[in-house]
T-cell receptor
Framework: GENVEQHPSTLSVQEGDSAVIKCTYSDSASNYFPWYKQELGKRPQLIIDIRSNVGEKKDQRIAVTLNKTAKHFSLHITETQPEDSAVYFCAASRRGGNNRLAFGKGNQVVVIP | EAGVTQFPSHSVIEKGQTVTLRCDPISGHDNLYWYRRVMGKEIKFLLHFVKESKQDESGMPNNRFLAERTGGTYSTLKVQPAELEDSGVYFC???????????FGPGTRLLVL
């Protein structure tokens, strides 16, 4: 089955700096890669996703890049703010494989004011 | 539109007891997924319903876990008898038919003592 690795496990950044979280996946048939943000005590919320026919996608301060050859994808947060502090999960799934998500272990991002 | 809801939010039981978790998906979502996160590890897939049918239950740990989705609406996940290693956060997610985007509930935190 799919195996998703996520690095680093924790990340501290100064407010205003950028944060980058990287994930690798093992199944070359995976073609959908969502990122979820989970604030303390709340549900995981989808913040951005990318499909395998696209190399990059951006939404305001958040962007995701995908390298299919190397089988890795990254989340980029620019101009970080305290409200960006949360656990971020990357995931991968294969269309036609019931869309079950394989998750990374999560990354605790702390934005220091 | 109401999001995915789960009940209870927390449950503390003793080893050997039975617990039933409930998930109400977003109205109209045919796909319903159960996932589990054991402390410090990744969120792992348990099973997938399409309407009332189990599409994939390959992630269910063992036969102490029983999931149902009668009528294709809400779903229950029963653990009987509970063991210490069943402790964790149980998430439910739903999606529209054929869609990749999954919306998560807040989770049920289960502690087995």
């Amino acid at each position: 089955g799919e195996n998703v690795e996520q690095h680093p496990s924790t990340l501290s950044v100064q407010e205003g700096d950028s944060a980058v979280i990287k994930c690798t996946y093992s199944d070359s048939a995976s073609n959908y890669f969502p990122w979820y943000k989970q604030e303390l005590g709340k549900r995981p919320q989808l913040i951005i996703d990318i499909r395998s026919n696209v190399g990059e996608k951006k939404d305001q301060r958040i962007a995701v890049t995908l390298n299919k050859t190397a089988k890795h994808f990254s989340l980029h947060i620019t101009e970080t703010q305290p409200e960006d502090s949360a656990v971020y999960f990357c995931a991968a799934s294969r269309r036609g494989g019931n869309n079950r998500l394989a998750f990374g272990k999560g990354n605790q991002v702390v934005v220091i004011p | 539109e109401a999001g995915v809801t789960q009940f209870p939010s927390h449950s503390v039981i003793e080893k050997g007891q039975t617990v039933t978790l409930r998930c109400d998906p977003i109205s109209g979502h045919d796909n319903l997924y159960w996932y589990r996160r054991v402390m410090g590890k990744e969120i792992k897939f348990l099973l997938h319903f399409v309407k009332e049918s189990k599409q994939d239950e390959s992630g269910m740990p063992n036969n102490r876990f029983l999931a149902e989705r009668t009528g294709g609406t809400y779903s229950t996940l029963k653990v009987q008898p509970a063991e210490l290693e069943d402790s964790g956060v149980y998430f439910c997610a739903s999606s529209q038919g054929g869609a990749e985007t999954q919306y998560f509930g807040p989770g049920t935190r289960l502690l087995v003592l």
